[in-house]
């Protein structure tokens, strides 16, 4: 099985796809907020979700550079 893992494209290495990683977690982050907290703990839910949008295809990114 790992010979035909070697033969494919891991997913990471497509940019789109570290995005959305990226974005699903940050929009469930925001569904969370939005329709259930509320004051100084949504607005830090919130900047999590921002944090976590920008950072997550960047370290998938670093990781799969170090993997090669």
């Not at 940019?15 to 977690?25: M, T």
Request: aromatic letters at 10%.
């Amino acid at each position: 099985m790992s010979a035909a893992n070697s033969t494919q494209e891991h997913p990471f290495e497509n940019p789109l796809y570290r995005y959305a990683v990226g974005i699903s977690g940050a929009a469930i982050l925001v569904f969370i907020a939005v329709f259930y907290l509320e004051g100084l703990l949504r607005y830090l839910v919130l900047g999590l979700a921002v944090i976590d949008a920008v950072l997550v295809p960047k370290i998938l990114e670093k990781t799969i550079e170090a993997a090669e």
